[in-house]
């Protein structure tokens, strides 16, 4: 028995292009399957659901992003509110090191100002990871802030979770 014929059908069955456009076609529906169904979140046993505190500081030279976050504004990710609401904003003079007479100093900022927002709100909890608004948290990394009116991008200064967790759903 011939492997191809001679019209080019594999065991006498298909032809040889119309394999190739089968299995690329199964392996596109397979990926785009595996994409859509994935969970954005561990797949682990001791994933938890629980509530996140989190402390970003942005930094502004322009006096007018300081008045559009407001207590209270709740974050968007993935064009959906989140159980995530701005809970405190300070506003501070933001410090520089300067050189004064040949000396580092520490002086103020004449125009940019530091702003910590402290946020609070639902967040995942697994063995790897803690979520807050779709965005894995670590102390040190980016964190979008995104609300209705802004899109900041801040750094992430300290995470606190509480203690009362109950299993995810999945």
Do not use: C, W
Request: hydrophobic fraction near 45%; proline fraction near 2%.
């Amino acid at each position: 028995m011939k492997i191809f014929n001679s019209q080019g059908k594999l065991f006498n069955v298909i032809n040889i292009v119309d394999l190739i456009f089968i299995l690329v076609f199964i392996a596109v529906i397979v990926g785009v399957v595996s994409r859509f169904t994935g969970n954005s979140f561990s797949n682990s046993s001791d994933a938890y659901e629980g509530e996140a505190i989190l402390i970003l500081k942005y930094i502004t030279p322009d006096e007018e992003e300081l008045n559009i976050l407001k207590k209270g504004d709740q974050l968007i990710a993935r064009d959906r509110l989140q159980q995530v609401f701005i809970e405190d904003i300070v506003v501070k003079p933001e410090k520089v090191a300067v050189l004064n007479e040949g000396k580092l100093v520490e002086s103020i900022h004449p125009f940019s100002k530091e702003i910590y927002i402290t946020i609070r709100g639902e967040a995942y909890v697994d063995d790897t990871a803690i979520y807050v608004a779709n965005q894995n948290v670590r102390v040190g990394n980016d964190f979008f802030l995104k609300t209705l009116n802004a899109e900041f991008e801040s750094k992430i200064l300290y995470i606190g979770t509480d203690n009362v967790k109950k299993p995810m759903k999945k």
